[in-house]
């Protein structure tokens, strides 16, 4: 029998795991219950989780195949699948707006984990909305609407890293190999096959089929609607704070509200679904 308990955050999504250490290697038992709550609850928070970026990683494998160096934040030296977050007034985050992580990939990721290593005195948090709760708040009508349409994702605000990176040039280069991705605007969740509204306002770019002027009003809409608080969960990070979230379906928002004061976070992206046939 299991020891981890879960104690929801919000009706909407957010649990709080506890009776878990996560410096020790999972059962499979506890990795296959942790999966269930996370499919059930989006986002996973641990408190007082002081694990090296080695257990991190650990843990995270325990979900999938890991994604390897990313094409524009730095890796921990020594640990290519450890992304270091680091941001204060030096070095602005590009994470204050709505986003699911990769969504210019034809295959989006499948989860990230996220630890709190240097955090704020007070701001930096964490918001969580549930896109399934979106769709389900949909006027019928316009759900039937958008069920027919897909829409356009790329690299978005990426740009501004590639333009101060390398001009114009250096925005062509990396549009070339971070690519684009078409999403059906209504997705629905690999596992459990539940609808979610996938358009997020720093990658989805244009609806297809539209013009410009209809595409960004449309785009727009729900745009507001994803950024409705009944949707959210909010957290405040404390160093040892671990957050586990299931990018199919979920979106996050960084606050960018601590400069002075810096914050530096370690990340380790979860590319595919062990449990998921042919993912
Ligand atoms: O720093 C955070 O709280 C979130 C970082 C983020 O947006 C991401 O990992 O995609």
Redesign the pocket.
Known sequence: MSLIEVSPCTPNLGAIITGVDLSKDLSDSDADFLYDALLKHLVLFFHDQHITPEQLSGFASNFGSLQGRHHTYEALEGFEHVTV?DMGPENP?D?AEW?A?LTFSQDAAFA?V?QGIEIPSVGGD?LWANCFAVHDALPSGLRKDLEGLSAVHDMGSFRSHAYKAGGVDGINERMESVGSAVHPIIDHHPVTGRPFVNVNETFTVHISGMTQPESRRLLNYLFDLINRPQFHVRLRWQPGTIALWDNRGSQ?Y?VDDYFPERRV?H?VVVESDVRQPNS
Request: no cysteine; aromatic share 0%; proline share 8%.
């Open positions: 977050l985050p994470s986003h992580d990230s996220l964490t996050h960084a976070m990340r």
